[in-house]
């Protein structure tokens, strides 16, 4: 593996003038205009300000420091260096650098010394233009040593920390290292630091500006709204053939993510969608580091390979064509839930947040918060956090509205501001009275709103025999036993605990199983109901009273079977980032295939992800409008000037000459 990838000594760059931001926004990357706030962010932290950005993924964060960084370079103040917990990604982060021309490179544990100490020379003359290097290394004597001498010559040009919320015990991606970065702040004053987050919560925000020493940095809050992403959470059947069902109809062939909650159930999984002929892997921190490894390259770098992963899956994955993040269990939260569906649809094209949901996984959560070693007050946090996830997935109204607003967001629909593509200054924490009513058009609720019916009574039916159990015999029991009991189903149980005697025997007849666990499940959402100990017994909580007595009513929502699948292009958002509008005619559609494998071979060539040498809409664009000249190719989004020179001629000749007319 070639560990630094600094660009060959052969041709000099082709004139790399520009030193103002928006001139290496499109000399460098070749992109038109900043999104959101990265020009915002870049001016700043050009200027020399700290910065703290917190921006969903997919937002464009790598641009916020990447600009500044070449910016600052080639104004004579040397190298930023990047903090990253992510080793295993610190080589495609600087291929993907290299491939724009970018002197960049890594220091980490998978390097041989001799390249090591190359590295460390280019940094210590001053040529490098982004470093990246892991907490632990950071914080080394040797590379503080570095760092110092870097700093006396003013040739250290800044700090950016990415996935800064690793410093905060309240996520569950804490690394113990990120606590000394502090220490840079002290060590090297006057030197500007840029935190960057997709983690909004204010917790974590809070616990961020702290520990970092961040309260004179000026924050940044883009909108954490991603319009492309299509929210669905379908109830809970028979989860593994909804989901095959899931890709097959709707994803074939596409690249996406499955999470599961356990080990177990990651290899289970996998290995049955492998049998049923999905292109699927497994990924838990459980297996083999080498395995893990394969297995995460194969999902970066082939096309269409389904992960079917733990959380321990996704921080730091760039590929910006997951087209779908699947749940076969409940996250722990919202924000986990939302940071776990943000991997989807980096690039801006429409893609699925899909989650399967039932009583079992309200059970368990709260079985798992109840059980763990964690005091009262993280408890209680836990607990109020879960609910905020099951009132999402009860919810019948908009889902994005909810997300958003739990984020302290309101929601204003995309094409009522067109003059400002960002939405994010809305001011947060005036969450979402303002969009009360709003309708995002690309969630299930939306798109197929569910009819509500009032289960106020079958409601009071199954907490009064969660009564008369107790009084029963002051037992308690599971929700299967309970729901065998209101629908007079005997069974062994049923006779030897004298309950077909109870005046709640078969009261509950006129509802299916299916919907006699709707019910529950909504009940053990809203509270009204606990369940308890490694059997999950029912109990009730005082809020039940208020129900039994008919004081307070309860409705359902009664789901409706499909939503229609993901393909029209989502509107607005994301400043422009759509291209002209996917499918190509056939002559293109040839074309685009020529360009796709003609990018596969590069991408092996350089041992990289194929998304790095250029993305799909930059290759569909070049398809579509088949540029005859070096002007006009450079025209095309995300062609910079370093991939015209290495490619520009290559792909005149590909497009002149490949597929789509006769020669
Ligand atoms: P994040 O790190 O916030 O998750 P990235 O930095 O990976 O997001 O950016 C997401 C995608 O958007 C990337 O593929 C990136 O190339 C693209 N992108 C970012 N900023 C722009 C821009 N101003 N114009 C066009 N594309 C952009
Ligand atoms: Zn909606």
Redesign the pocket.
Known sequence: MAAVLLPAAAPAPPAATATDPEGVLREVFG?A???GQ?QAVVEHVCAGGDALVL?P???????CYQVPAIVRHRRGLGVTVVVSPLIALMHDQVGALDELGVPAAFLNSTLEGDEARRIERELLAGRLVLLYAAPERILTPRFQAMLDSLHERALLAGFAIDEAHCVSQWGHDFREEYLGLSALHERYAGVPRLALT?TADAHTRADIVERLQLEEARRFVASFDRPNIRYRIVEKDDPRRQLLAFVREEHEGEAGIVYCQSRRKVEETAGWLAQQGVNALPYHAGLDAEVRRANQDRFLREDGVVMVATIAFGMGI?K?DVRFVAHLDLPKNIEGYYQETGRAG??GLPADAWMTYGLADVVNQRRMIDDSEAGEDFKRLQRTKLDALLALAEAADCRRVRLLGYFGEAYREPDADPGSPDRGETPRGVASEASLGFHCGNCDNCLNPPDTIDATESARKALSCVYRFWQAGGQRYGAVHLIDVLRGKATDKSRQHGHEELSTWGIGADLAEAEWRAVLRQLLAAGHLRAEGEYGVLVLADSARAVLRGEQRVTLRRPVERVPRARKPARGGRGG?LPAGLPLDAAAGGRFAALKAWRAEVARAHNLPAYVVF?DATLAEMARQRPTSLDALAGI?GVGAKKLERYGAELLRLLREGPGEPM
């Open positions: 992109y205009a900043f999104r990265q921006m993924t997919g937002g464009g964060k790598s641009l997709a760039d910006p980096r690039d980032a993305h989004g």
